[in-house]
T-cell receptor, first 115, second 111 residues
Framework: DAGITQSPRHKVTETGTPVTLRCHQT?????MYWYRQDPGHGLRLIHY???????DKGEVSDGYSVSRSKTEDFLLTLESATSSQTSVYFC??????????????FGAGTRLSVL | DAKTTQPPSMDCAEGRAANLPCNHS???????VYWYRQIHSQGPQYIIH???NNETNEMASLIITEDRKSSTLILPHATLRDTAVYYC????????????FGTGTRLQVTL
């Protein structure tokens, strides 16, 4: 499982409240990602990080912010949750492959419901 | 990243080989072929990847045609636990590039 832990695993919140999801890794990987998965859309990249304090936007970053103050933790924050952010959120890390290229490994996901 | 085409669903009897095809006719020379699967409600699971040579690991084999326009993922002895959605992804391998998941192939392994 590449040492990835997501917390919480499930959360129900109300519209307008702030929410922070945490991704923790134990293997010192430089690259970390946040995706969301919705029916009919597959996985879509929200934000990614290429080092401590180095982050960049993905294709669906509106309404989300991220922070990475230390290598092992990548936080995803919904400043003011909306019902459209109800989704399953996956964190991933990237690891170089001895066979060439890199491999992304995923966490177990966080199921978020915004009521 | 190149677009991929996969059949929406396939069935396979338990114990038999499952052969999942993928078409990627617009693949570029520096793009790898990746296979992931997702078992209901779980995170995507990496299976295998390759550039142009056939690859094998403990989970599966990847056969890439010589022109690299298509590939086949082979699960040699499918079990019920292999029932999942399988995604073929073509991507330039780089640690800042995203994975683009299409709709995949839903593999149903039956007794």
């Amino acid at each position: 499982d590449a040492g990835i832990t997501q917390s919480p695993r499930h959360k129900v919140t109300e519209t307008g409240t702030p929410v922070t999801l945490r991704c923790h890794q134990t293997e010192n990987h430089r690259y970390m990602y946040w995706y969301r998965q919705d029916p009919g859309h597959g996985l879509r990249l929200i934000h990614y990080s290429y080092g401590v304090k180095d982050t960049d936007k993905g294709e669906v970053s509106d309404g989300y912010s991220v922070s990475r103050s230390k290598t092992e933790d990548f936080l995803l924050t919904l400043e003011s949750a909306t019902s459209s952010q109800t989704s399953v959120y996956f964190c991933a890390i990237s690891e170089s492959s001895s066979g060439g290229g890199d491999i992304q490994y995923f966490g177990a996901g966080t199921r978020l419901s915004v009521l | 990243d190149a677009k991929t085409t996969q059949p929406p669903s396939m069935d396979c009897a338990e114990g038999r080989a499952a052969n999942l095809p993928c078409n990627h006719s617009t693949i570029s020379g520096n793009e790898y072929v990746y296979w992931y699967r997702q078992i209901h409600s779980q995170g995507p699971q990496y299976i295998i990847h390759g550039l142009k040579n056939n690859e094998t690991n403990e989970m599966a084999s990847l056969i890439i045609t010589e022109d690299r326009k298509s590939s086949t993922l082979i699960l040699p002895h499918a079990t019920l636990r292999d029932t999942a959605v399988y995604y073929c992804i073509v991507r330039v391998a780089g640690t800042a590039s995203k994975l683009t998941f299409g709709t995949g192939t839903r593999l149903q392994v039956t007794l």
